[in-house]
């Protein structure tokens, strides 16, 4: 079973051509999720957890969905004997999240196997200095993916029982991991920022894009320009996962995270 989380389709794309290539079921990490057990099937004994990096580490969603999901298979909720594995996708580098992972896994008395790592194009732009990859990069790095998805599920059927992490890292992998996403988290994850501009066309795509369903379309009050009937607006609320789908998918750019997305570009995975 591959479970994956994704804002940009980067995730999805990964966890979709795995689940192809070694004929798992593949589900989305929906809040809805871990509201029952989630049915194993017999035969199979491995989850592959796929995700983005959030500032060199686990999207603190991806946590708590670690923490809370529940499985059944074959009638029994303890499931200690499958095992877990992780594929991440990354801009550029992972720093220590393989390890977070490991920790949040065995916190539920799971054991971690395989990590690896596919560099896709980047989709973080909410600070100075960080942007989506020009054309070429973003070309460059699609285009590399599939072979790199290719190597992941052949070492998934050929090294079997081994423990192995395959990431890129990266430098200073411990003062990103341990230092800077304490902080990210803490300071650069609210969804207050979230904002639309007089270029919101109220086409919804923000809202249907929301993995999070945490966007809402309301009836926009106090506005009084001849218009004969009131537009609905985005309304972000509090179960935000940063994931920037919204931000993305805009097809006018309408969407601002405070005044930092300014001049930045946009990217959504063109294969999903
Ligand atoms: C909040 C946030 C933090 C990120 N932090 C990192 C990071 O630490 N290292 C990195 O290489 N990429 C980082 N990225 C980029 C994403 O990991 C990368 O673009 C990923 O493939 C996006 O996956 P998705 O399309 O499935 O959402 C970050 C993206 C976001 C939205």
Redesign the pocket.
Known sequence: MIL???????????AERLAAQLGQAQKEMRPELIKQALHIPSAERDIIW????????I?PYVRSVIKDIRFERDGNEDCREMRHHLV????????L?PEMWRKEISKRGWTGDKVFS?????????MKG?DVDSKEIEEAKLSAAPARIDEISRAFNDSEGKVLTDV?R?RFAWI?TRI??PW?VRH??SPKPFRFTKECISCGKCAAACPMRNISMEIEKNVDDGRQRPRKRPRWGDNCA????CY?VCPRHAVMYGKSTLNKGQ???PKV
């Open positions: 994956w989380f994704s804002g940009t389709g980067n995730s999805r794309y990964v796929v995700c983005p990096v959030y500032s060199w580490g999207p991440l996708t990354c801009g550029d580098d992972c720093g999240a596919v560099t896709m194009p980047n989709n973080y732009v909410c960080f890129v990266g990103k800077i996403y990210f650069a994850m940063m994931c920037l789908s993305h990217y959504m995975n």
